[in-house]
């Protein structure tokens, strides 16, 4: 099974933009389909994006426009690209991976592996 770490969260202002990544300890290529989920304090985890082993991608209604999910088969890393970022952002942004293309419902429970996750802060 594959394991998945995060990195590039931080603390931005308001319309800034940030860059996440997760890397996989094994191949992704046409296996994993990878996700990001987030989590506010107090909130349940939520799906935002996801993107399946033929590289379709989907997004929740929340996000379109200013997330890209992107993946680099290569180096099996997948990104989240944020932009225009908002104080409703602020969350924990976790990485996972599900079998086939199973992620790309955004439901918790169709996910085989969590990484640690990444903390985002957007300041006003």
């Known amino acids: 099974e594959v394991q998945v770490e995060e990195s590039g969260g931080g603390s931005v202002q308001a319309g800034g933009s940030l860059r996440l990544s997760c890397a996989a300890s094994?191949?992704?290529?046409?296996?994993?389909?990878m996700a990001w989920f987030r989590q506010a304090a107090g909130k349940e985890r939520e799906g935002v994006a996801g993107?399946?082993?033929?590289?379709?991608?989907v997004y929740a209604d929340s996000v379109k426009g200013r997330f890209t999910i992107s993946r680099d088969t290569a180096k099996n890393i997948v990104y989240l690209k944020i932009d225009s970022l908002k104080p409703e952002d602020t969350a924990t942004y976790f990485c996972?991976?599900?079998?086939?293309?199973?992620?790309?419902?955004?439901?918790?429970?169709?996910?085989?592996?969590w990484g640690q996750g990444t903390q985002v802060t957007v300041s006003s």
């Open positions: 094994g191949s992704i290529h046409r296996r994993w389909c």
């Open positions: 996972a991976a599900a079998w086939s293309d199973s992620c790309l419902g955004l439901r918790t429970f169709s996910i085989n592996t």
């Open positions: 993107i399946g082993i033929d590289g379709r991608t």
